[in-house]
DNA sequence: ATGGTTGGAAGCCAA
């Protein structure tokens, strides 16, 4: 199996890098994020099934599958006045595929931060479950963390953001201390390995980035990663996302 | 300390 996950930032602005990174790669299952629509493009995927929840101006998510995927949950359970769509979970064949687009947090000191943590609160709750049930699942999407020092170009820089600071982390932590791998790191320790590049101040002709989209698996799935990889590429394109894919491998 | 960029919406917010 092999899955991608990719914030797009806009789907319409997107729509052709998406179908040529499709056709190159052939994912089994792709999650997109930040759709910022409340329609889908479902007529330019004809062969693929695409499990959508959009919403108007922000956020969005959608998987695009190359197999007959189930819906199990298209909110993240916790908070019935939570109308985000940022939350995506299927099943195919026994094991649960959760697309998330965890909430960006800034500015601290906002009812945005508190959202961000409660979120994390919430997706930990969701996970323990799945582990208590003993369901075998895999998480991917835009977490908005950087996990560690080494996956920004300057901590100093990221000290006070929501992204960085300590609280966020640790959350991400609580998730990894479920019993969790972080599949990118399995097989790369090395710095300066991101996902995001700002379009401001020429961060991308610099390599000024942070590591913040992440596929998270447990411990089953783990024992069969094969590889998981960035694909740079379509961040050098024109009309770019801000973000580029990444991808994990599973036997 | 400020400004730098992109997208969607509406005549600014979110990232």
């Known amino acids: 199996m092999k899955i991608a996950s990719w914030n797009v930032n806009s789907i319409r602005q997107r729509l052709d890098h998406v179908k040529t990174w499709i056709g190159v790669h052939q994912p089994d299952l792709l999650f997109l994020q930040e759709l910022k ?139 990894l201390n479920l019993g969790l791998t972080d599949a990118f790191r399995v097989f790369n320790q090395d710095a300066h390995q991101y996902t995001f590049w700002d379009y401001q101040a020429g961060a991308w002709q610099r390599d000024l980035g942070i590591r913040i989209d992440h596929f998270l698996l447990s411990p089953t799935l783990a024992d069969k990663l094969i590889r998981c990889t960035i694909d740079r590429a379509p961040r050098g394109l024109e009309k770019a996302s801000d973000h580029t894919p990444i991808i994990v491998e599973i036997a």
Not at 39 to 54: A, Q, R
Not at 60 to 66: E, N, S
Not at 77 to 83: F, K, R, W, Y
Not at 89 to 116: D, F, M, R, S
Request: hydrophobic residues 40%; proline residues 7%.
């Open 37 to 175: 629509a409340e329609e889908f493009p479902f007529s330019e995927f004809p062969d693929l099934t695409c499990i959508v929840k959009g919403q108007k101006t922000y956020n969005g998510v959608a998987i695009l599958a190359r197999h007959p995927v189930t819906l199990i949950l298209n909110a993240l359970p916790g908070d019935d006045d939570d109308a985000q769509a940022r939350y995506l979970e299927v099943e195919y064949q026994g094991i649960h595929y959760i697309n998330i687009y965890l909430p960006n947090g800034n500015p601290v000191g906002t009812e945005k931060y508190t959202y961000k943590l409660a979120w994390m609160d919430r997706l930990a709750a969701r996970l323990k479950l799945l582990r208590e049930g003993g369901i075998p699942f895999l998480v991917g999407g835009d977490f908005n963390i950087i996990p560690e020092d080494k996956d920004c170009f300057d901590p100093l820089v990221w000290q006070n953001d929501a992204l960085f600071l300590p609280e966020s982390r640790g959350k991400f932590r609580q998730l």
